[in-house]
């Protein structure tokens, strides 16, 4: 199949609507998302059936924008790629109901993702094809995998979260704080300016449960924190943390997260004797943990592999690159490709 196959890709696994075209496996003509952080804000939370709504409103005007960009009308697109799992439900549906009836009217292969498969592929765009084997970190709002991979398509997840991910632990901990989702900016901020070690919160199982994580215990020193000092600032500013004591909190307790991926992630490549770490994920957004991996990868005489922050949230750019690779050895799905919301069927 060649290489230079145009593939529109769809991703609206969660609460961001994401359509990309590519020309082979690298070039990005056009990558658009939206995100619905805002409309869910009064819910305090995403609310599965609004995000479903949302995406049906704007999925097509998201295409037709695409194409647009992309210098391009349908007929120009040889293959649709969709993320089909893990996700909610009714997200998912939305994009491979449009993937599907493009496919079918265009009479063109489609060609389901794995959505947290494909997060590592934000560095094959930015790099080109990464050497086997390699670690892959994935760290997002819903994720946190330790992946080895042999080749494409060859891989095995050999650490995970045993509850939450650490993208969600740092967006819940921003909450506590009064911050808006996402939270992961903000605590970014805060870590870029304040040291990091003010204060000493838990770094959850650092030496335990080989290279599993666990950000619960973490979240919950958090509210305890937070509850035991809110007495004692109560009176400066209606029981909300004023923001240079903000600061050096949001800053200490990033540096928990950091230290913990930091070592689980380049522990795993030791013990598997892996030379080269790829990151990815929306919290890679992050530049504190960007330049933390670069500085530890230095160190341990590693080849780091880190995408730049655009491609690091949520896109259907790393989702088309990953299919731009199945097309080329034509593994295609046919229209009876399901939906599920979980990371393995
Ligand atoms: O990959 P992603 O967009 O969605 C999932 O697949 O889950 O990741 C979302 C996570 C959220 O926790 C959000 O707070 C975090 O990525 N995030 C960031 C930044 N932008 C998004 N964290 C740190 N710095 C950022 N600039
Ligand atoms: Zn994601």
């Given at each position: 199949?060649?290489?230079?196959?145009?593939?529109?890709?769809?991703?609206?696994?969660?609460?961001?609507?994401?359509?990309?075209?590519?020309?082979?496996?690298?070039?990005?003509?056009?990558?658009?998302?939206?995100?619905?952080?805002?409309?869910?804000?009064?819910?305090?939370?995403?609310?599965?059936?609004?995000?479903?709504?949302?995406?049906?409103?704007?999925?097509?005007?998201?295409?037709?924008?695409?194409?647009?960009?992309?210098?391009?009308?349908?007929?120009?697109?040889?293959?649709?790629?969709?993320?089909?799992?893990?996700?909610?439900?009714?997200?998912?549906?939305?994009?491979?109901?449009?993937?599907?009836?493009?496919?079918?009217?265009?009479?063109?292969?489609?060609?389901?993702?794995?959505?947290?498969?494909?997060?590592?592929?934000?560095?094959?765009?930015?790099?080109?094809?990464?050497?086997?084997?390699?670690?892959?970190?994935?760290?997002?709002?819903?994720?946190?995998?330790?992946?080895?991979?042999?080749?494409?398509?060859?891989?095995?997840?050999?650490?995970?979260?045993?509850?939450?991910?650490?993208?969600?632990?740092?967006?819940?901990?921003?909450?506590?704080?009064?911050?808006?989702?996402?939270?992961?900016?903000?605590?970014?901020?805060?870590?870029?300016?304040?040291?990091?070690?003010?204060?000493?919160?838990?770094?959850?199982?650092?030496?335990?449960?080989?290279?599993?994580?666990?950000?619960?215990?973490?979240?919950?020193?958090?509210?305890?924190?937070?509850?035991?000092?809110?007495?004692?600032?109560?009176?400066?500013?209606?029981?909300?943390?004023?923001?240079?004591?903000?600061?050096?909190?949001?800053?200490?307790?990033?540096?928990?997260?950091?230290?913990?991926?930091i070592?689980?992630t380049f522990?795993?490549a030791?013990?598997?004797?892996?030379k080269n770490i790829?990151v990815?994920?929306?919290?890679?957004?992050?530049?504190?943990l960007r330049s933390a991996f670069e500085e530890e990868a230095a160190r341990e005489g590693k080849k780091l592999f880190y995408?730049?922050?655009?491609?690091?949230?949520?896109?259907?750019?790393?989702?088309?690159?990953?299919?731009?690779?199945?097309?080329?050895?034509?593994?295609?799905?046919?229209?009876?490709?399901?939906?599920?919301?979980?990371?393995?069927?």
């Amino acid at each position: 199949m060649q290489t230079s196959a145009i593939g529109l890709g769809l991703d609206t696994t969660f609460d961001d609507t994401s359509v990309a075209i590519m020309r082979g496996k690298r070039e990005i003509l056009a990558n658009l998302t939206l995100s619905q952080y805002q409309d869910h804000e009064e819910f305090g939370g995403v609310v599965p059936e609004r995000a479903s709504r949302k995406h049906l409103e704007v999925i097509n005007q998201l295409m037709t924008f695409a194409l647009q960009k992309a210098h391009l009308d349908f007929s120009g697109i040889d293959y649709i790629a969709v993320s089909n799992h893990p996700g909610l439900l009714g997200s998912l549906l939305v994009g491979l109901t449009v993937a599907k009836s493009l496919a079918y009217s265009l009479q063109c292969p489609i060609i389901g993702v794995n959505h947290v498969e494909a997060h590592p592929y934000a560095n094959v765009i930015t790099y080109g094809e990464l050497p086997f084997p390699i670690l892959h970190l994935v760290v997002a709002g819903g994720h946190t995998l330790l992946i080895e991979a042999k080749a494409h398509f060859d891989y095995k997840i050999i650490g995970r979260t045993l509850d939450d991910a650490a993208g969600e632990c740092v967006d819940k901990v921003a909450k506590m704080f009064g911050h808006q989702m996402p939270g992961g900016p903000v605590v970014d901020q805060a870590a870029l300016m304040y040291p990091g070690d003010i204060y000493d919160f838990p770094r959850p199982l650092l030496n335990k449960n080989g290279n599993n994580f666990s950000f619960s215990g973490l979240k919950t020193a958090m509210l305890r924190f937070r509850e035991k000092h809110l007495e004692n600032i109560s009176s400066k500013e209606n029981g909300k943390m004023q923001k240079l004591e903000e600061g050096p909190v949001l800053s200490s307790f990033f540096q928990s997260v950091v230290d913990v991926l930091i070592h689980k992630t380049f522990k795993a490549a030791e013990t598997r004797g892996l030379k080269n770490i790829s990151v990815s994920g929306g919290l890679a957004a992050s530049q504190k943990l960007r330049s933390a991996f670069e500085e530890e990868a230095a160190r341990e005489g590693k080849k780091l592999f880190y995408p730049p922050a655009n491609l690091c949230t949520d896109n259907a750019a790393m989702v088309t690159c990953l299919a731009a690779h199945r097309y080329e050895l034509e593994h295609f799905d046919d229209l009876t490709l399901d939906a599920f919301p979980n990371l393995i069927s």
